[in-house]
């Protein structure tokens, strides 16, 4: 038996291939998980734009004298434990998590309970807990098997976004809201990605606030027929939004020379949130800008926050909740936000080659989520 891994260049992202390794046999205590299926977004292309300054090359390191030049890029999807050498996992278990653009991958679990267990191997020993754990699909309150699609494409994104809005209305908007005869501002930029759509869904709902996208041209009618935003704007049209009114950036595009404009324009800037960077090819620093300093979006830090002040409990009530109510949304057989296109059989490594290029190219149908497997 072999593996297949898809492989990238790290200082030129648009050359990959994919490599086939012999399997190594199990050591005691690991398990081998077949990776059944898993979702490519822009997200994942941030983690290898940042892989190196982040540390996303290191979860699944390419074996091999080129391992330094080449990197395995993070996704997160759905696996089968195929064999097992621990002995509270069983073969045929499925699970949810962060996986490698492979058709397996062997853990060692540790920290096991009924919800999930954590990867202990040595080389992920110092990297982030959140993307170490692995969900045991059987008493995951998010899981049902029918939305396997959706919660790989989405559901790491909308915990960030439901993140985002709770983060802002928290910090009562850094004083942009204070002012009662004006609605502030919050402006989204990339507003057709899922992970900013998901964000305006979540601010949708609360009053007091003007949700504004801001897109590609040949994007605002997608984000138009989304519903969430109260405006659509293209990033030539920025010269439309009103100057004088209190605002907070959103910024999932990254993109510095946008950054700039938006800042110079906006004269009542209240708070400048960085989340992401999908506009790979214009990022860059803050040199120079008007208004407040942008600040990079940690999520973990809201989630220790509230799970401080509400409990671990509650506040996993309340992402299912909203989830839930968001996926219905997504979802809607009459009018779905995100078309699936799942690419399997015998052209499903071709389509991960393509898949790939279309998504970091930032061309593709923003109404398409693309499922994968090698
Ligand atoms: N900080 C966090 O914890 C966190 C968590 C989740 C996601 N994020 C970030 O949020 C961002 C959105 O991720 P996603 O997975 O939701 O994205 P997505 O749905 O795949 O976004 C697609 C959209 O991104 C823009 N785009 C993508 N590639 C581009 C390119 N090469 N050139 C120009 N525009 C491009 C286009 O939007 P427009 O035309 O509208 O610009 C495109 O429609 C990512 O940067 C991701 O890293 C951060």
Same mark, same amino acid.
């Given at each position: @038996?072999?593996?297949?891994? =898809? #492989? ?45 300054? @982040? ?35 069983? #073969? ?6 962060? =996986?490698?653009?492979?058709?397996? #991958? ?10 999930? =267990? ?13 993307y170490n754990q692995y969900t045991r699909c059987s008493a995951d309150p998010f899981y049902t098997a029918e939305s396997e699609d959706l919660q790989s494409l989405l559901r790491p994104l909308f915990t960030t976004s439901w993140l985002i809005d709770d983060f802002l209305a928290d910090n009562d908007y850094f004083g942009a809201a204070a002012d009662p005869n004006t609605?502030?501002? @919050? ?15 979540? @601010? ?87 208004? +407040?300093?942008? #600040?990079? =979006? ?13 409990? +671990? ?19 809607d057989k009459q009018r779905p936000w995100l078309q699936v296109q799942r690419h399997s059989g015998e052209a499903a490594v071709a389509a991960v080659a393509a898949a790939y290029l279309e998504v ?15």
């Open positions: @038996m072999s593996t297949q891994t =898809f #492989v990238v260049r790290k200082d030129r992202l648009q050359s990959s291939e994919l490599r086939s390794l012999p399997a190594a046999p199990l050591a005691e205590g690991q398990v081998r998980v077949h990776i059944d299926s898993f979702a490519l977004t822009s997200n994942n292309i941030t983690y290898a734009a940042f892989g190196e300054a @982040m540390n996303y090359w290191r979860f699944f390191p390419v074996v091999g004298a080129d391992g330094a030049a080449w990197g395995c890029i993070p996704v997160w999807g759905f696996g089968t434990v195929a064999e097992s050498r621990h002995p509270d996992i069983a #073969v045929g278990e499925r699970l949810y998590g962060y =996986f490698p653009m492979a058709s397996s #991958v062997d853990l060692t679990p540790a920290r096991l309970s009924p919800l999930s =267990f954590s990867d202990s191997a040595p080389h992920r020993a110092e990297l982030h807990p959140v609605h502030p501002l @919050m402006l989204l930029s990339s507003a057709s990605s899922k992970t900013a759509y998901g964000t305006a869904f979540q @601010m949708a709902q609360r009053s007091g606030i003007e949700v504004v996208g801001l897109t590609s041209a040949r994007n605002v009618a997608f984000c138009e027929s989304l519903g969430c935003y109260s405006r659509v704007l293209s990033y030539e049209q920025l010269g439309e939004i009103a100057a004088d009114a209190p605002a907070i950036y959103v910024d999932f595009a990254g993109n510095a020379a946008l950054r700039k404009a938006l800042h110079a324009h906006c004269t009542r800037l209240a708070y400048s949130s960085s989340i992401g960077g999908t506009h790979v090819s214009e990022l860059g620093g803050g040199r120079d800008l008007a208004g +407040p300093k942008p #600040v990079l =979006f940690f999520a973990p830090a809201q989630i220790k926050k509230r799970s401080g002040e509400w409990g +671990p409990q509650l506040l996993g009530q309340r992402l299912v909740e909203a989830w839930q109510q968001f996926l219905a949304t997504v979802g970091l190219a930032g061309q593709g149908d923003p109404r398409t989520g693309h499922i994968l497997s090698l």
